[in-house]
């Protein structure tokens, strides 16, 4: 989706995150009185699944059932409904990253092993506190969450059930899925929590292999080997992981449903004699992070005016250095900073204003004062303390305003210049510099470079100069280029698809 925000019932669809089997997905904003903001991920069910009132009745059960959940493991759900004869769900939006995307982000497509057990320990508690309401059904790397504070969420509870049995063809949902499914659910037998906990087995064998146990040439190949339980040897794909790990993740993928991990809280049980240490949880937040663009890319200080001149002379940092870190962290050596840059902005601007009304009555007032109407019109500097808030380090650079900003009525040369002898351009003169705006939007997500500077997270609308530009967009990295020619006082879009 491009282009303006577009209206469904109460919510305004900021730009599609994703299409799958069974719905697309979006951002969102829900605004309500007194300013009232709340961002969502919007789910809206395909056309084809509304027009079943089968399933209908079956995604509005789950849904209800979904939105009992209330863990900080689970995607929790704000609102369900139907707008225009399309069932919709809104859902909380996690600021982070789905791991399946993250897993391919990283080298070998695998994480240490306290990292996996952090997720594993997390996603058992939201299977225990679930287990007892709905199973899951459809667990994979997908719907999997990672925040910025370094929580995994597990998303999409009650989806796959209504899914099921739909008088529409769901083929398409089952895409990528076979190779998390249990032997019980291939089969088509009644599941229950143990199919949960098969699935999450299969996830943290992936993370801390980059393989998964069951794959074959092909999915016929992958659903055999899964009924015959013909896995992969995890001490011989990651040799290097704790015994007690391997072992938890061994009795997870276990074919026979009375030998497998009976329940999620005898998985806790078994992961708290590895359970990783508090600063785990701190460094994964971190990765994701840094994955995500870095504090300036965050959901909460994301810039309001879309419109705004976005200046390319101070790119940040994509490895933040210490000092940044300090900053971004919110500590009091950064406020000690602000308070002290906003005083020193205060006590420049009075000086300047001594100064100036000063000059004013040596001069005799207006009528003498050529010399000062050249320095307004010559560029000036914002300090610290003008910049805008929550755009992160930047916004500590002095930045320079070009003449298309300079105040009406300000005059661009000295009084006594003639009107027909233009001056030539001085350094007391700016030079107009010709400008368009260049709106840049990545599907599903991703980040935006211009001109090798990052430009945080899509979309992004940048005032550019006129003439040709290099957009590269990408997750951690660059991964797609374009090239566009902007034209003086243009408007030119651009949409770049990433894979999932």
Known sequence: MAGEPREFGPYQLVRRLGVGGMAETFEAVRTGTSGFEQRVCLKRVLPAFSEDPDFVSRFRREARLAAQLRHTSVVGVVDVGEIDGVQ??????????????????????????????????????????????????????????????GEAKLADFGLA???????????????????????????????????????????MFEAVAGVRPFDGAHDVETMQRILDGNAHSLADVAPGIPSALRHAIERLIELDRDVRTASASQLLEELATIAPTPAARMELGDVIESHRGGPMARLHVRARDDERDTELSRP????????????????????????????????????????????????????????????AAAPRKVDAAHQPRGTGSVAAAPRKVDAAHQPRGTASVPASASASEPEPPSASRPVRVAKGWLHVVVQPWGNVWIDGVWMGRAPVKARLSEGRHVVKAGRELPSATRVVRLESGGRKEVEISLSE
């Open 88 to 149: 919709y769900m809104a859902l909380e939006l996690v600021d982070g990253v789905d791991l399946r995307s993250f897993l391919e982000s990283v080298p070998g497509e695998k994480l240490p092993a306290e990292t996996v057990a952090l997720i594993g320990f997390d996603l058992a508690r939201a299977l225990d506190h679930a287990h007892g309401t709905l199973v899951h059904r459809d667990i994979s790397p997908s719907n999997i969450l990672l925040s910025r504070t």
């Open 161 to 203: 059930k209504a899914i099921e049995n739909a008088t529409v063809t769901a083929s398409r949902s089952a895409r990528g899925k076979i190779p998390y499914m249990s032997p019980e659910h291939i089969r088509g037998e009644p599941v229950d929590g143990r199919t949960d906990l098969f699935s999450l087995g299969v996830v």
């Open 316 to 375: 940040p940092s994509i490895v933040a250095t210490a000092g940044q870190k300090q900053l971004a962290s919110g500590s009091p050596g950064r406020r000690n900073v602000g308070r002290r840059l906003v005083w020193a902005g205060v006590l420049a601007a009075g000086l300047a204003a001594v100064i100036l009304g000063a000059r004013w009555l040596a001069t005799g007032g207006p009528e003498g004062d050529g010399e000062a109407l050249s320095a």
